[in-house]
């Protein structure tokens, strides 16, 4: 993922309230049933940080995340970044209310470019991996 490249968006609706919705992507048990089982820990508040290692066949990929906005039910923004590579990045998921229950609108907007001979740092990797766990692993847990 390169700062040239437009943000990746990924938009769902959810038949959920926005208060569930919430929940799942705040409340630590929650989400290491549908994003990643070894968070370590989560709080929805402006400076919590959490670094956790996620393990894919080639390396290790050290996660690293701080809370940089938080509007309850509304809208959390992660400042997303790899202590071991360089890249930097911000993702916000946004949730809107909808006749049908909840829209769920994720932006990944990338300020320091990833390294592109990394296949999971390739724009079409991060926008297989958001589908599926929004369109998938999120929706299918909320069911």
């Known amino acids: 993922m390169k700062t040239s490249e437009p943000p990746i968006i990924v938009t769902q609706i959810v038949e ?20 990643f089982d070894n968070i370590p820990d ?26 940089t906005e938080v509007i309850p039910q509304k809208k959390l923004v992660y400042n997303w970044k790899y202590p071991d ?8 998921f946004e949730l809107t209310p909808h006749n049908l229950g909840t ?13 592109q001979n990394i296949p999971e740092f390739k724009r079409e990797s991060c926008l297989g991996g958001w589908n599926y766990f929004i369109k998938e692993r999120l929706v299918g847990f909320l069911k």
Not at 53 to 61: E, G, I, L
Not at 85 to 92: C, I, K, L, Q, R
């Open 16 to 35: 959920a309230s926005v208060e569930t919705v919430w929940n799942a992507i705040t409340e630590v048990e929650q989400m290491r049933q549908w994003f």
């Open 42 to 67: 989560f709080k929805a508040e402006v400076g919590f940080q959490t670094t956790f290692n996620v393990k894919a066949p080639s390396r290790d990929f050290l996660h690293n995340w701080t809370i």
């Open 85 to 92: 590579f360089a890249g930097d990045s911000f993702v916000t």
């Open 103 to 115: 829209q769920l609108t994720l932006t990944t907007k990338v300020t320091e470019d990833f390294p």
